[in-house]
């Protein structure tokens, strides 16, 4: 017994340590709607691949600079020669000649050495464009496509942060919703149990027993899809904001939070805070880099060259006991003359793109209209059904309260709660419905304006 009692004191802080790891691991993280958008801006995968494009893109500018600027190369060079290369040459004249008529000295040769041990070459060569049209353009078209990327990220943050707002209330709903059918089987399963006393006691009829026992039952299922639901919600949410999916979550901004009506907005005031506007923008503006680029192929091109050089020779351990020294200067001129109709069935092309990008925003700007017109209808629409399913939810509830107060009197039939508990529940859920409609036209709303 004593040995038992000293284990239990050993292993009591390491088991009251394992309980508050435990407890720590079982609760909630709480995400109000701000925190949970935070979350989805840093660790959404698409915005990270976004946040990459535009570092890529940010390094073509560097590689585009590079084609303007000077290339400067160093070249070295070493040789040991290992054999002799000797070479007969003649070294003069012998004094005896032929004889005859027109005597001839031939030529005394001699084996010569020709080459040295060592051979060191050093060069360095300078390559600078003077002027290169294309090279200017490509440079501007790559900065255009690095504001693009940009502009790109943007979108993508307010396209996923629209989707972010509306899986976080799509998922409070769903908790409302499972509340609603968890109280209605809570009250159908008392008004059964309440029903079956008084049918024992032979105060209530069997069939009143019955259809509140049917009741009870037909809404434990409705329980068990609305919690999975809820389960398949959160399942959405972790995964959009990279949350282990084991890991509990409490959604803590309510889903009646939501904004006053707005008033009416002029389509036009959005053009400049909408990304895609600006996107189409910009990409008018490349498409007009990219008649330069064509024009370019009209211009000559000219680049200059300077190079440096020196080669050495010596024998066993010297490197130059003779040397020869080289400066070249050179420039270079290139114009294409004829190319067969080419270059300006290019420049041609790009003219109709630009004309192209005029009509794609002239049609932009007609479906901004439409979509903001259409969007305030629809909310100020979806504003006035919140207004009367709010009254209809609470008149269900005093109509519920009132026909439960009138079973227990003996003045209703259980078929008279089951169908007030039906219809409180519609419109309990009809009113939560109508609030989440109401502020996904609102998330909806906003991104049409840009905001």
């Known amino acids: 017994m004593k040995y038992i009692k000293n284990m239990w004191h050993i292993k009591k802080p390491f088991l009251i340590l394992m309980l508050c790891i435990v407890a720590a691991a079982a609760v909630a993280e709480d995400y109000s709607l701000e925190d949970y958008l935070a979350r989805v801006e840093k660790f959404s995968k698409d915005l990270i691949l976004s946040r990459q494009d535009v570092e890529k893109a940010d390094v073509t500018v ?16 070493y040789t040991r020669n290992l054999w002799d290369i000797e070479q007969s040459t003649p070294i003069g004249a012998s004094t005896t000649s032929t004889g005859g008529a027109s005597p001839l000295y031939p030529l005394i040769r001699q084996d010569m050495r020709t080459n040295t041990d060592n051979e060191l070459s050093l060069g360095l060569g300078v390559e600078q464009n003077v002027f290169n049209m294309k090279a200017i ?3 501007r078209a790559s900065r255009q496509y690095r504001d693009l990327y940009g ?36 009250n159908n399963q008392a008004a059964y149990e309440d029903m079956r006393k008084q049918y024992e006691a032979g105060m209530a009829r069997e069939l009143d027993m019955l259809l509140a026992e049917v009741a009870w039952q037909q809404s434990v299922p409705a329980v068990t899809q609305a919690r999975r639901d809820l389960e398949n919600a959160l399942i959405q949410i972790k995964t959009l904001a990279d949350i282990e999916l084991g890991d509990p979550i409490a959604l803590t901004t309510p889903l009646d939070s939501f904004p006053q009506l707005p008033q009416e907005v002029s389509p036009e005031e959005s053009y400049s ?10 990409q008018r503006d490349l498409a007009d880099i990219s008649i330069d680029l064509a024009l370019a192929d009209f211009f000559p091109t000219i680049s200059a060259s300077l190079g ?34 080419a270059r300006r069935s290019q420049l041609e092309i790009e003219k109709i793109n630009l004309r192209k990008h005029d009509t794609e925003l002239a049609k932009m700007r007609d479906f901004i209209q ?34 439960r107060l009138s079973l227990a009197n003996g003045m209703a039939t259980q078929l008279e709660v089951n169908t007030a508990a039906v219809r409180l529940e519609e419109a309990q859920l009809a009113y939560y419905n109508s609030v989440y409609d109401y502020l996904t036209l609102y998330f909806d709303w906003e991104k049409a304006l840009g905001l």
């Not at 996923?160 to 089987?185: D, P």
């Not at 805070?273 to 910009?282: G, K, N």
């Open 137 to 139: 353009a490509a440079l």
């Open 151 to 186: 502009t790109a990220y943007t979108e993508a943050k307010r396209q996923i942060t629209n989707a972010a707002r509306k899986a976080y209330f799509g998922a409070v709903l769903l908790r409302e919703m499972l509340s609603v059918r968890e109280a209605s089987e809570k």
């Open 273 to 282: 805070r909408r990304t895609d506007y600006q996107f189409l923008l910009q």
């Open 308 to 341: 440096l050089s020196r080669q050495g020779r010596g024998d066993q351990a010297k490197l130059m006991d003779t040397h020869t020294d080289v400066l070249q200067l050179g420039v270079k001129i290139a114009l294409p003359v004829y190319t067969g109709g």
């Open 62 to 77: 560097t590689q585009a600079r590079s084609a303007l600027l000077p290339t400067i190369g160093v070249q070295a060079g």
């Open 370 to 403: 439409a979509e903001i017109t259409r969007l305030y209808l629809s909310l100020r629409e979806s504003w006035e059904r919140i207004g009367s399913s709010k009254i209809t939810s609470e008149t269900a509830d005093k109509a519920y309260r009132l026909v």
